[in-house]
């Protein structure tokens, strides 16, 4: 293998305003310089890789790009004793796919510190299926676990609940035993969101509740927000005594429009979930819970909820995201499973 090898890989150009995607042969010399170079054998499609697909200069800043937050392949090069050539290996959040280019090539060239190894007994492809939405889902639910929440405590609230966090929060909330409160605008969606085990489904107005109160009736003993907006604000206002709200997102907006009584009068705790830039110990301990006690949960429920397509087919499914036409996880094949 030399600088001069090529693969494929999605490019975004901006064209006259507008952004163009396509699947493209580059070189290893167009990678950044890195410690790693990881043969990318799976990857998977989030919210984020969709906007950065799409232009969003809050994702990416410069173009053209090639996106893809999440990869599972094998070392190819290694020039740190850590990792060898074949070592199985997964590259999640950190700078990936956001400006440095991702996993929607075939090849990655990233920095050690950002590379884990594959954890046992996860298949790359199952690695894939969890990817960076349910190792975000694994953290809000891990943390309403730490703030000591019980099953008997009441229902928890799931908001966004068809896409790639909301549904596996579900999933794994109710396998742990919690009574779960869907949120969607999906209509065709409930069934879906009842086999994966929650208890009952509101629409979005349901879970908003009445706008302008500055506390609602309590209901919620924990929350995992995926939405942001009215949504999170109407959470947090149900939200029962000494609840907690777990935020990892903002489809619907970043803004956060209340007071702070649910917070001063019934203890309530909000707290954000950061993967991106998540500490390499927690980072290990959340996937030594998935791939350990966590994974006959969801194992079931992951083949369910996965969908695999090719490079060929990622564009026409960004679109289909950010219509919100999409649900569960989807995984981009890019090489021989593993």
């Not at 919210?47 to 800043?61: E, F, I, Q």
């Not at 509740?209 to 919620?220: D, P, T």
Request: hydrophobic share 40%; proline share 4%; with cysteine.
């Amino acid at each position: 293998m030399n600088d001069q090898t090529t693969f494929r890989a999605l490019v975004v150009r901006e064209q006259d305003g507008s952004f163009q995607r396509a699947v493209e042969e580059r070189r290893l010399t167009d990678l950044p310089p890195g410690e790693v170079l990881i043969r990318v054998h799976f990857s998977s499609l989030n919210y984020k890789d969709a906007l950065s697909a799409s232009g969003n200069r809050g994702v990416t800043r410069k173009y053209p790009h090639t996106p893809g937050i999440d990869a599972a392949g094998v070392v190819a090069v290694s020039s740190v004793p850590q990792f060898v050539e074949g070592d199985e290996v997964i590259c999640m959040g950190r700078d990936l796919g956001m400006n440095t280019p991702g996993g929607f090539g075939e090849y990655i060239r990233v920095p050690a510190a950002w590379v884990l190894a594959k954890p046992e007994p996860l298949s790359l492809y199952e690695t894939m299926q969890i990817g960076t939405a349910g190792f975000t889902a694994a953290q809000c639910v891990d943390k309403l676990l730490a703030n000591g929440l019980q099953p008997e405590q009441g229902p928890v609230l799931v908001t966004g609940a068809t896409g790639g966090v909301g549904s596996l929060a579900c999933a794994l909330l109710a396998k742990l035993g919690f009574a779960v409160t869907a949120v969607t605008g999906k209509e065709s969606a409930h069934d879906f969101l009842r086999q994966l085990g929650c208890t009952a489904v509101l629409n979005r107005q349901q879970a908003i509740g009445r706008v302008g109160a500055a506390l609602l009736r309590e209901r919620w003993a924990g929350v995992v927000d995926t939405v942001g907006g009215e949504i999170l604000v109407g959470a947090i206002k149900a939200t029962c005594r000494h609840g907690i709200v777990t935020c990892c997102g903002n489809a619907a907006s970043g803004d956060l429009s209340l007071t702070v009584y649910p917070f001063i009068l019934r203890g309530v705790s909000l707290v954000g979930i950061d993967s991106a830039e998540c500490p390499l110990a927690r980072r290990k301990a959340i996937w030594e819970q998935l791939a350990g006690p966590w994974h006959s949960a969801l194992q079931e429920v992951l083949n369910s909820l996965s969908s695999c397509i090719s490079l060929e087919q990622i564009s026409h499914t960004v679109d289909a995201m950010l219509a919100g036409q999409t649900r569960g996880r989807i995984v981009v094949a890019l090489g021989e499973q593993s």
